[in-house]
């Protein structure tokens, strides 16, 4: 490489290490807002993420920005895959910030913030009407965005292509249409089982200190760093992240139910080891960050299923961590307990929602999302559009909105297009599974020994390392040799489930 080349690249660097620098900052404040900030300080906490946003905003659509892009665009070839990758990541993100006025992006930034308190209040009070002038507003700004971005075939494939680079209405419907007949042939096959798991045998008193206790104990077991990170409480459990070094996990306890903090802690230390395991050298290139929602979603979920649902590791935990805690369960039996936490039966919340038929829930939310792009269905419909659904794929309807359109905080954001990111990351999950037991033919065994670290390991190498350097579809031919095949993830379940309920 040229010297000059060289220097140009230094540059550059230190250029991007203040654009994270102003993203850490503004990360750390929303990440105080979520779990420490008293409420009557929105207003105030409000202006300064705006001041911030204002500030990044600025950084990514400035004139010098546009000289590096300039320049390292007609020297490409003579880059590396990182940095290639990091001048291309800096132009797509340029040019759809650019497209945007300075003034609509910081009033956006602002009613996003009031958005997601005005969230919180209404799913407190189960009312939907104290959310909807704001989510109407969040909806106006992401047509507006679209028209400013430009889209092809359909609105909505802006949005998707912002979480998952490459994917298209086009393509989820014929993923997702697989997906959704296999589930429905497997859920047929349940329903015709003479099993029947009666889970209210662990319905009992958790107390919230000693649930905290477990849930850092299976953080430690599958190699969430804590001197790189910490686990708090909010409303809705999410991780936020301002370096490798510094992981924010969030959780949320109910001290009548077990399972629910567990999982979901497990769920979040899965995005948490992605981050962790990203390589230092990424920092400064604005690719230190996962390679997409939806890979992102493939390690979270990874975690939480494949390794804290599977037998073996239940087994290790059950034995040496959940029998000596809690002393109602110390006479269950761990074949009873396994039982209870794979039970399949359609629920109402997304986050609680077993396994198999957890992707009908996105599903569900992907189609609404399509809906309001389209211009098919108005604001104030979207409840009754959300009870209609859900009784005709899971069987079940809401009886309240808390329960209904309001149990997901995404859409206050502005975050749609987000939710198909869940199930492809189940995708994702499985065919990376599929490539792993060929390196380690004893990752049971290993599970059963409650040893995750030669798991974690592999996917740190093959996955976590890169952080964003390649697209998600790259990634997957690069680890699986093979393009999206939901295949192994339907083979999973069918392997899984039909054991249990012996169909």
Known sequence: MEKGIEIKLLELKDYIKVM??????????????????????????????????????????????????????????????????????????????????????????ILASKSEVAWEEAKEKNDFLIFKPYLEKIIEFQKEFIGYWGFKHHKYNTLLDKYEKGITVEVLDGVFGELRDALVGLLKKIKKSNLKIDSSVIKAYYPRELQKDLSLFSLDLIGFDMNAGRLDESVHPFTTNFSNKDVRLTTHYYEDELLSALFSTIHEGGHGIYEQGISDELNGTWLAQGASMGVHESQSRFYENIVGRSEEFLSFLFENKIK????????????????????????????????????????????????????????????????????????????????????????????????????????????????????????????????????????????????????????????????????????????????????
């Open 20 to 109: 994270e620098n102003t993203k850490q900052a503004l990360d750390l404040i929303y990440w105080d807002k979520m779990v420490m900030m008293p409420k009557k300080a929105v207003e105030g906490r409000s202006e300064v993420i705006a001041h911030l946003s204002e500030q990044l905003f600025n950084l990514q659509t400035s004139p010098k920005l546009k000289e590096f892009i300039d320049y390292f665009e007609a020297n490409f070839e003579e880059l590396d895959k990182v940095n290639k990758s990091m001048v291309e990541t800096l132009k797509k993100e340029y040019e759809e910030t650019k497209k945007i006025p300075v003034s609509r992006y910081k009033e956006f930034v």
């Open 324 to 503: 000596k805690s809690f002393v109602n369960l110390e006479n269950l039996d761990f074949e009873t307990f396994y039982k209870c936490v794979n039970k399949v039966e359609p629920s109402l919340i997304r986050t609680e929602a077993d396994e198999l038929t957890y992707s009908l829930h996105v599903i569900i939310r992907y189609e609404i999302e399509k809906a309001i792009f389209n211009g098919e269905v108005a604001t104030s419909d979207l409840p009754r559009l959300w009870n209609e659904k859900y009784k005709e794929y899971l069987g079940i309807e809401p009886t309240n909105d808390s329960e209904g359109i309001l149990q997901d905080m995404h859409w206050s954001d502005g975050s749609f297009g987000y939710f198909p990111s869940y199930a492809l990351g189940n995708l994702y999950g499985a065919q990376f599974l599929n490539t792993m037991k060929k390196d380690i033919p004893n990752y049971k065994e290993l599970l059963g020994n409650g040893d995750i670290k030669p798991i974690t390991k592999w996917l740190k190498e093959k996955i976590h390392t890169h952080g964003a350097v390649y697209s998600p579809m790259e990634l997957l031919l690069k680890v699986t040799g093979e393009k999206l095949n939901p295949k192994y993830f339907i083979d999973y379940l069918e392997e899984k489930y039909t054991k249990l309920y012996q169909v």
